[in-house]
């Protein structure tokens, strides 16, 4: 009798921390319809209602399935799932290297510069990034730059001749010295480079635009914020009133089927009072952060990472990851997704966040002399001058994120 209520006492124990992991994942939307799902199902359960604050409350609903099933992030989290379930330090690396994923597929900082906020050797976040590259699809995800994502999708296809080599090592030369710079570079007759070339624009150069999509576009918010003094009003909006009650029964009264009703009534209950909880305790802690970039704009953003909410709420990584999934915010300036608040530091010399220095870059390219346009090095030495220091290669990736062709492109558009 004793080993069965043991094995009793565990079943349940799992069945609640199941419960509690799926709820912490679900958005606002998804939480609504999982609990319609669940009253329906079980007689134990009454939800209290409000008005929905849009019309059509299924087309919001599939319309927020689909923009989170389909999103980047939501792919490769379950792709890496089992790299994430080992805790840890590959917890820590791999959570890490999904917060530098990029719209394009690619990441947005070096691993060294990875691995110094992490505190952790770059080898490791180098290996970590191989593995991770091996395991999602479609191959390209998670490269460095154009050459790596290229090399991973020749890879892949077992295509990577040594031939095809020399000419991904060579590429960058194509737009300074056209054809025959890369045939030269590459030691290669000008047939054989046209071979290559051929094969490479079969490939993706951004593997995760297939992904992209704006979920703020299709839904309300989870969260509506305004500024009350210097501090914030915060409200947590939902199509239900985020409880539920649970049906009182005479003990003498229950059946084994209500017993079982009522178990999983208050798992439910149980999970959503911590989902609430967690939320709550993160969403103020965020907005707090990052209240200047909801005041200010993009260009007042602090630098942030998952790791520090952890810390300052003392949940988790994980349950911090799970509260976030999908979590948009609706503040002075629009709606923005939750993750979209957290960004390392533009480089491991600076303490200014990335959207601060592309907003810097748009601004000195907004009033450069369009018969002189700066070139993305002395954009760099302006930077420096005033105090943010990064390089060059980090100017012209975040130059080309926002948009902005090269100096020799902008001189010819003059």
Same mark, same amino acid.
């Given at each position: 009798m004793t080993l069965g209520f043991q094995l009793r006492t565990k079943q349940g124990q799992v069945f609640r921390l199941g419960q509690v992991v799926s709820v912490l994942q679900m958005s606002a939307g998804e939480l609504d319809a999982h609990l319609e799902d669940a009253a329906r199902d079980n007689p134990m359960l009454i939800l209290r209602r409000r008005p929905m604050t849009t019309s059509g409350a299924t087309d919001v609903l599939e319309m927020a399935a689909v923009a989170e099933a389909g999103s980047l992030y939501d792919h490769v989290s379950r792709a890496l799932a089992g790299l994430l379930a080992e805790g840890g330090m590959m917890e820590r690396v791999i959570t890490a290297l999904i917060e530098e994923l990029e719209p394009s597929g690619w990441l947005g900082r070096a691993t060294d510069e990875i691995a110094k906020s992490l505190g952790f050797p770059t080898r490791l976040v180098d290996a970590a990034l191989q593995v991770v590259q091996k395991r999602v699809e479609p191959a390209g995800l998670f490269a460095r730059n154009l050459e790596d994502c290229l090399r991973l999708q020749l890879e892949d296809r077992n295509a990577l001749t040594d031939d095809m080599a020399r000419v991904l090592s060579a590429l960058s030369i194509v737009e300074a010295k056209g054809m025959a710079g890369l045939v030269a570079a590459t030691g290669l007759d000008e047939e054989q480079v046209q071979d290559c070339l051929g094969r490479i624009r079969c490939l993706d150069p951004k593997p995760g635009s297939a992904f992209s999509n704006d979920p703020t576009l299709v839904r309300e918010p989870d969260v509506r914020i305004t500024p009350q +003094? !210097? +501090?914030? =009003? *915060? =409200?947590?909006? $939902?199509?239900?009133?985020? =409880? *539920?009650?649970i049906v009182q029964l005479p003990r003498h009264g229950q059946t084994a089927e209500t017993r079982e009703a009522l178990a999983k009534a208050r798992a439910l209950k149980q999970a959503l009072e911590m989902r609430q909880s967690a939320l709550r305790q993160v969403v103020r802690v965020l907005v707090d952060r990052q209240g200047a970039f909801f005041r200010l704009g993009a260009a007042a953003m602090e630098p942030l990472t998952m790791s520090? *909410? !952890?810390? !300052? #709420? +003392?949940?988790? %990584? $994980? #349950?911090? $990851?799970?509260? %976030?999934? +999908? %979590?948009?915010i609706e503040g002075p300036n629009g709606i923005v997704a939750g993750r979209t608040l957290f960004g390392g530091t533009a480089s491991s010399r600076t303490q200014v966040s990335k959207p601060y220095v592309q907003a810097k870059i748009r601004a000195l390219l907004a009033k450069e002399d369009p018969k002189r346009p700066l070139s993305d090095r002395r954009v760099t030495a302006l930077l420096q001058a005033d105090g943010i220091a990064v390089s060059r290669r980090v100017v012209s990736s975040y130059r080309q994120e926002i948009g902005i062709s090269p100096a020799a492109k902008r001189r010819r558009h003059a």
């Amino acid at each position: 009798m004793t080993l069965g209520f043991q094995l009793r006492t565990k079943q349940g124990q799992v069945f609640r921390l199941g419960q509690v992991v799926s709820v912490l994942q679900m958005s606002a939307g998804e939480l609504d319809a999982h609990l319609e799902d669940a009253a329906r199902d079980n007689p134990m359960l009454i939800l209290r209602r409000r008005p929905m604050t849009t019309s059509g409350a299924t087309d919001v609903l599939e319309m927020a399935a689909v923009a989170e099933a389909g999103s980047l992030y939501d792919h490769v989290s379950r792709a890496l799932a089992g790299l994430l379930a080992e805790g840890g330090m590959m917890e820590r690396v791999i959570t890490a290297l999904i917060e530098e994923l990029e719209p394009s597929g690619w990441l947005g900082r070096a691993t060294d510069e990875i691995a110094k906020s992490l505190g952790f050797p770059t080898r490791l976040v180098d290996a970590a990034l191989q593995v991770v590259q091996k395991r999602v699809e479609p191959a390209g995800l998670f490269a460095r730059n154009l050459e790596d994502c290229l090399r991973l999708q020749l890879e892949d296809r077992n295509a990577l001749t040594d031939d095809m080599a020399r000419v991904l090592s060579a590429l960058s030369i194509v737009e300074a010295k056209g054809m025959a710079g890369l045939v030269a570079a590459t030691g290669l007759d000008e047939e054989q480079v046209q071979d290559c070339l051929g094969r490479i624009r079969c490939l993706d150069p951004k593997p995760g635009s297939a992904f992209s999509n704006d979920p703020t576009l299709v839904r309300e918010p989870d969260v509506r914020i305004t500024p009350q +003094g !210097a +501090g914030w =009003d *915060i =409200d947590f909006l $939902s199509a239900m009133q985020r =409880d *539920i009650q649970i049906v009182q029964l005479p003990r003498h009264g229950q059946t084994a089927e209500t017993r079982e009703a009522l178990a999983k009534a208050r798992a439910l209950k149980q999970a959503l009072e911590m989902r609430q909880s967690a939320l709550r305790q993160v969403v103020r802690v965020l907005v707090d952060r990052q209240g200047a970039f909801f005041r200010l704009g993009a260009a007042a953003m602090e630098p942030l990472t998952m790791s520090d *909410i !952890a810390q !300052a #709420t +003392g949940f988790h %990584l $994980s #349950t911090v $990851s799970r509260v %976030l999934n +999908g %979590l948009l915010i609706e503040g002075p300036n629009g709606i923005v997704a939750g993750r979209t608040l957290f960004g390392g530091t533009a480089s491991s010399r600076t303490q200014v966040s990335k959207p601060y220095v592309q907003a810097k870059i748009r601004a000195l390219l907004a009033k450069e002399d369009p018969k002189r346009p700066l070139s993305d090095r002395r954009v760099t030495a302006l930077l420096q001058a005033d105090g943010i220091a990064v390089s060059r290669r980090v100017v012209s990736s975040y130059r080309q994120e926002i948009g902005i062709s090269p100096a020799a492109k902008r001189r010819r558009h003059a």
